[in-house]
């Protein structure tokens, strides 16, 4: 049973368009964090988000926190073929275990 | 390089032998932990080092995993007897402490094992 579900499991959008992923918990969670992963490659993560409610942007990657701390979203602006990937979330319970999502496979059509 | 580096890359093996599945965290990186990736699921928690020890074994599947860690440094995950089930990516990951909120916590790239 995964504690954290993302949704969708697959996005595949044209060059230029937007898109949202999410990752929703019954659980509170210290802080969450997002991952992007390529094949053959291990995770490389991408932001902490640790405050309810708290909003985080990278370049084109917007990422936010639940007021409760159960969920989190990650949407990317205008997105590119190298945008393309597996996009993880994970959620810190405590100081050194994260409970991954089964992630959200994004492709990037050019 | 400066990464974590994990081998083999990829294993085959049969059902019934033993594995040994290596990791090489980055120098300095007082944490260490392995997870395992199945197709379709996402990372899966097995055990965390703090230096040569390992305060939380609890996500270990069975006691046919064991891993340990010497030299505060490079650590051996084995698999005994292994089953069709064990198939799977072995991810490896090291941070400067076990607190995540204060350490990135760096993957290396995986093993690849697959049970025939």
């Known amino acids: 049973t995964q504690l954290l579900e993302q949704s969708p499991q697959f996005l595949s959008i044209q060059e230029g368009e937007n898109l949202t992923v999410y990752c929703n918990s019954s659980?509170?969670?210290?802080?969450l964090q997002w991952y992007r992963q390529e094949p053959g490659e291990g995770p490389v993560l991408l932001v902490t988000?640790?405050?309810?409610?708290e909003v985080k942007k990278l370049k084109r990657l917007t990422f936010q926190f639940g007021d409760a701390r159960k969920d989190s979203s990650l949407h990317i602006t205008a997105a590119q073929p190298g945008d393309t990937g597996l996009y993880l979330c994970a959620g810190v319970r405590g100081d050194y275990k994260l409970s991954f999502g089964a992630g959200t496979t994004v492709t990037v059509r050019a | 390089g400066a990464g974590v580096s994990q081998s083999p890359s990829n294993k085959v093996t049969e059902k019934g032998k033993d594995v040994e599945l290596r990791c090489d965290p980055i120098s300095g990186h007082t944490a260490l932990y392995w997870y395992r990736q199945s197709l379709g699921q996402g990372l899966e928690f097995l055990i965390y080092f703090q230096g040569n020890s390992a305060p939380d074994k609890s996500g270990l599947p069975s006691d046919r995993f064991s891993a340990e860690r010497t030299g505060g440094s490079v650590s051996t995950l084995t698999i005994q007897r292994t089953q069709q089930e064990d198939s799977a990516v072995y991810l490896c990951?090291?941070?400067?402490?076990?607190?995540?909120?204060?350490?990135?916590?760096?993957f290396g790239e995986g093993s690849w094992l697959t049970v025939v």
């Open positions: 659980s509170v969670f210290s802080s």
């Open positions: 988000v640790v405050t309810g409610g």
């Open positions: 990951a090291s941070s400067l402490g076990g607190q995540y909120r204060r350490n990135t916590i760096y």
